[in-house]
């Protein structure tokens, strides 16, 4: 009997065993004559035509930064290759490349993990049956690669010259019985590992293996041919014998699925995304006939649309594909977008877009929302899903928490309006054998809560830059099923295996709440110009729809959303988990800001060619908002005043010319007309340089002109608890990993303040509102220009800025300490709001050092709260009653170039004398968001409705074009609620819809009764 030490090197032999086999499974039988190169720096679609091409004789390298190397060749069967499956192998280095056969794509090569000397996809099966003198031709487009720094703090990757050797395109035979012991001994070998010391099954395997050791030659240099297949095939009968001992009942289960993660950029541009899912879903069809039992999931639709425009015919294959059941598009969505950052309607049409896709072109519904790789789950999504048809959720993200332990694995997700939608934690990024199988149901990432279900989803191939199952993985999964000593396996979609999981589930326990992912939060704030740029795109495209509603209404005319969907998807693409969140390569951010900031500026354009307008002495406003503002308004014009409204002209921090007004009433969804005249009225502000007093407050600055003391008139009451407010806070921001993604927990407290005043002045005090201009030095080389505005007629106090920004591993915010003493802090997310504890009693509370809020943040005790409302900042700390609004993050990879340059942000605090509501804190939000139109569309409004907590979201087009439009309803406030809807135009029906604009049930009246924080969709008919 041989010692513990002894048996694993006897293991060791035969795993080294193992690799020897691999290097002996393909043989070269002829090579591909001919062979040509042409080098572009175009990312083409179809094959080069020939005259593009010229000889390789003498050449020993390919390539350059950003080049796509096409190769062309031929081959020709010869009479000894007749009935033989033959494969190509290419011997040239490359990135990752696809392969075109006839002129059709194939398949891939060498996608983004590399491993060994042939990457992943190095040998793909050309043929199953070649016939004598059949001729082949090859066209290969190798990719050498661009500059892709590094997403590790400090550690920059460099490739040394984007060089790669010139090789051939060898023809090969595989040698089937050498892949049929090879796998059969791979499965062994892991199941050996997977199994507990003391298995029975185990102490078999392992006298199965000692057997083998004895019998195989281990070198076949030192043995004829004949003697070292016959030692193969003395012991192949024990490995079969091993591998035919079955399940017995009571084995947990696992579904299996291909999957190719796919990124629609992140280290790469779209452009390159293009061409990874053509190679990568082209090779999963040639999979799907090599295994017939193989099934893949392809989880955006975009990615789809890429392929129908692009590929024209692979698509025409997939769709056969998806017919067969073979290929399984469900997702539910256009793009993996990011669930935090991504404003409430366009995540409804992410879901639209998506499943329109779908059902146009494969007739199929998705019924699964597939997430794996997104930073964190929304509290809306639940009752979003479900309005677009969508019964269940996947993802693999929360088992990333950097501290505490998500602690389910399948459960029900309860949505902020009390929807439940199942979900399973699957798992992805890993292939299927014995140890991996155990190790996501029993081992390291255990199935939680083994009483409610023994069912895990792994979804496996390679993934984020493409690639998807390799051979080698569906070999293995052929082995496992039904395998004594591992979890009972089968292919199964991912429709069917939650349906299963649905119909089996024991007790699930109920998650109400966001899920939260303890890791990636600096993401709520890197690259402030793309967040900026995806809120001014929300609402200028909400502007458009409904100023396209209102004139189609206004004409009788069909709602056209045609000039719409090309600025919509620009915007819902850039909404991907890795391009919103600031995480790409430099070329994709800058792409992402032009693409999305031209969107912003062409739908301003449509609105403002759809709106009527006014006299040169007079001006226009729309209120492209659901109920009546009257907010101070400001302008950009020449004129002086205007009638019947305190009104005072100033420049902005950019030397525009502006207008402040008070007093102007604008009806929802409606205009009004001002005409010129002098700004009449008094400065009501009392100011003295280091203190200023404003109908509604009391303030003391410091020496930074910080406020360092803020008593409210009406109650007497001290406001600042901590820094004064507004005061700037740097730290160094070098995370332990993730650099553009993490900020740490022990950043926290390295925050200390910063801004060092170099001038201040008042720029303009009079009716309408006080404005100081002060300068402030972050640094050497930073430095933030502001405006303080102090309204006249509202306690709002606005801090419109600009912030020069020169830094590097460095993160700015801005403290906002109050005295308030409140449980828990509520946060704008998606259609309504989440409370949050403000406490960290527990590791739970103590891992959200950073959370998500959208246009406001709030803390409120019982009849006085003070809001802090912003236009692009969503990364916020809170701490008992202080709140830090986070406005820039220095990570430097993998985007080497930071966020550099000059941004521009405004952000506010608003005290109310009240609690918590409508009226106190969510309609200022809006206001401070959506800024009134330029242009007259009407002076009465659209459609009212007649409570302040129920928020008209969005009047958009149908999606199919005809005379009527869709009204996006909810209740912001969590409140049950009555409502009744008024037009100002004839209504021929109205119908309640879901989210996808089908109609379910007609509504006789105008009341419509909302649940809280429950969206309606309407049609309305005119």
């Given amino acids: 009997m041989l010692t513990v030490r002894g048996f694993e090197q006897t293991r060791n032999k035969l795993s080294r065993f193992a690799d020897t086999l691999y290097a002996r499974l393909f043989t070269p039988v002829g090579q591909a004559e001919n062979l040509r190169i042409y080098e572009t720096k175009k990312p083409l679609h179809e094959i080069p035509g020939d005259e593009m091409f010229s000889g390789i004789s003498g050449r020993e390298k390919w390539g350059g930064e950003g080049v796509y190397g096409w190769f062309k060749g031929e081959f020709t069967v010869p009479a000894e290759l007749d009935g033989k499956a033959l494969y190509l192998y290419p011997r040239m280095d490359a990135y990752e490349g696809t392969l075109w056969v006839n002129g059709r794509i194939h398949s891939n090569f060498a996608a983004k993990f590399v491993e060994g000397s042939h990457g992943n996809h190095y040998c793909n099966r050309i043929t199953a049956c070649a016939k004598a003198g059949e001729t082949f031709s090859f066209a290969l487009e190798n990719y050498a690669f661009h500059d892709m720094p590094g997403t590790q703090p400090l550690f920059y990757e460099t490739f040394s010259s984007y060089l790669y050797k010139m090789g051939g ?144 015919d692979l698509f025409k294959r997939i769709q056969k594909a998806v017919a067969d059941g073979k290929y399984e598009p469900n997702g539910g969505v256009w793009v993996e977008c990011d669930c935090n950052l991504t404003g409430g309607e366009y995540m409804i049409r992410q879901f639209l877009w998506g499943q329109r896709f779908t059902r146009k072109y494969f007739n199929y519904t998705s019924d699964c929302f597939w997430l794996p790789d997104t930073f964190g789950y929304s509290y809306a999504i639940p009752q979003i899903m479900k309005g677009c048809g969508v019964n269940y959720f996947l993802t693999t993200k929360m088992a990333w928490n950097d501290t505490n332990r998500f602690p389910y694995t399948s459960f029900y997700w309860q949505g902020i309006d009390g929807t439940r939608v199942l979900t399973h934690l699957n798992r992805t990024h890993i292939g299927p054998n014995p140890e991996t199988l155990h190790e996501i149901t029993d081992g390291t990432d255990a199935i939680m809560e083994k009483r409610v279900s023994d069912m895990r989803l792994l979804s496996f191939g390679r993934g984020d830059g493409g690639g998807g199952p390799e051979f080698e993985m569906l070999e293995m999964a052929r082995r496992l099923q039904n395998l004594s000593g591992v979890p009972e396996s089968r292919y199964v979609t991912v429709s069917e295996f939650m349906k299963d999981l649905e119909s089996s589930i024991y007790d699930p326990s109920v998650y109400a709440g966001e899920m939260y992912l303890e890791l990636h939060r600096g993401t709520l704030t890197n690259q402030s110009e793309i967040k900026k740029n995806n809120r001014d795109c929300e609402i200028a495209i909400h502007d458009l729809e409904l100023v396209t509603v209102m004139d189609a209404v206004k004409k009788g005319k069909a709602a056209d959303g045609e000039k719409i969907y090309p600025l919509l998807n620009d915007l819902l693409v850039r909404q991907f988990h890795d391009i919103l969140p600031g995480t790409c390569i430099h070329s994709v951010h800058e792409e992402a800001k032009r693409v999305v900031r031209n969107a912003v500026l062409k739908a301003r354009e449509e609105t403002k060619a759809l709106t009527g307008k006014a006299e040169e002495n007079e001006i226009a406003l729309t209120n ?399």
Wanted: proline share 4%.
């Fill in 169 to 312: 395109m060898d023809i090969c035979v595989r040698d089937d019985e050498i892949l049929d012991f090879l796998f059969d001994l791979k499965t062994v070998l892991s199941l050996e590992k997977a199994l507990p010391d003391t298995s029975f099954r185990k102490a078999e395997i392992q006298n199965a293996m000692y057997t083998m050791h004895l019998n195989l030659f281990y070198d076949p240099a030192t043995c004829t041919k004949d003697e070292f297949y016959a030692g193969l095939r003395s012991v192949s009968p024990i490995l079969k014998s091993v591998l035919s001992k079955q399940n017995g009942e009571g084995a947990p289960f696992v579904g299996l699925i291909g999957h190719s993660h796919m990124d629609t950029a992140w280290l790469w541009p779209i452009l390159e995304t293009e061409k990874k899912c053509a190679r990568t879903y082209a090779n999963q069809l040639n999979l799907m006939d090599e295994y017939p039992e193989y099934k893949f999931v392809q989880s955006s639709a975009y990615h789809g649309e890429m392929i129908r425009k692009n590929n024209p």
């Fill in 624 to 1022: 492209t908002l659901s109920f009546k503002r009257n907010d101070t308004l400001h302008i950009e014009c020449g004129l002086s005043g205007v009638e019947n409204h305190a009104s005072q002209k100033y420049t902005d921090l950019f030397g525009k010319n502006r207008l402040a007004v008070s007093g102007v009433e604008i009806p929802a969804f409606a205009s009004v007309m001002l005409k010129a005249g002098t700004g009449a009225g008094e400065s009501p502000f009392v100011y003295d340089g280091n203190t200023i007093r404003t109908p509604f407050a009391e303030i003391v600055f410091d020496k930074n002109g910080f406020i360092a003391s803020m008593k409210d008139l009406s109650n007497g009451r001290e406001l600042v608890g901590g820094l004064p407010f507004n005061t700037f806070l740097m730290a160094e921001d070098l995370p332990a990993a993730w650099d553009n993604w993490d900020i740490d927990a022990d950043e926290e407290e390295k925050f200390a303040p910063a801004g060092e005043l170099v001038s201040r002045e008042v720029v303009s005090d009079g009716a309408v509102e006080m404005r100081i201009r002060s300068k402030y030095k972050l640094s050497e080389k930073s430095f933030i220009e502001q405006d303080m505005v102090f309204d006249a007629h509202s306690p709002l106090i606005t801090f419109e800025t600009i912030i020069d920004w020169q830094e590097e591993h460095r993160f700015l915010k801005t403290a906002f300490d109050t005295a308030l003493h409140a449980d828990g802090v509520r946060s704008e997310i998606q259609f309504g709001h989440i409370r949050r504890s403000n406490h960290r009693s527990t590791d739970v509370e103590k891992a959200r050092f950073e959370i998500c809020n959208h246009k406001y943040s709030d803390l409120s005790e019982l009849n006085y709260g003070l809001a802090l409302l912003n236009d692009s900042k969503y990364g916020l700390s809170v701490n008992e009653g202080s709140m830090r609004l986070s406005l820039h993050k220095g990570g430097m990879l993998p985007d080497s170039a930071g966020d550099k340059g000059r941004h521009y942000t405004r952000y506010a605090i608003l005290t109310h004398a009240e609690g918590f509501g409508a009226k106190s804190v969510i309609q200022p939000a809006y206001a401070f968001n959506y800024l009134p139109v330029q242009g007259f569309m009407a002076d009465h409004p659209l459609v009212t409705v007649d409570k302040d907590n129920i928020i008209i979201e969005s009047v958009k087009p149908m999606e199919d074009k005809e005379n009527a439009y869709i009204l996006r309803l909810y209740d912001a406030a969590g409140d049950y609620s009555k409502v009744n809807i008024s037009f100002g135009h004839e209504v021929k029906r109205m119908s309640v819809c879901n989210m996808l604009e089908e109609e379910k049930e007609a509504v006789l009246d105008s009341a419509l009764t909302f649940k809280p924080f429950e969206i309606k969709t309407i049609k309305v008919e005119y």
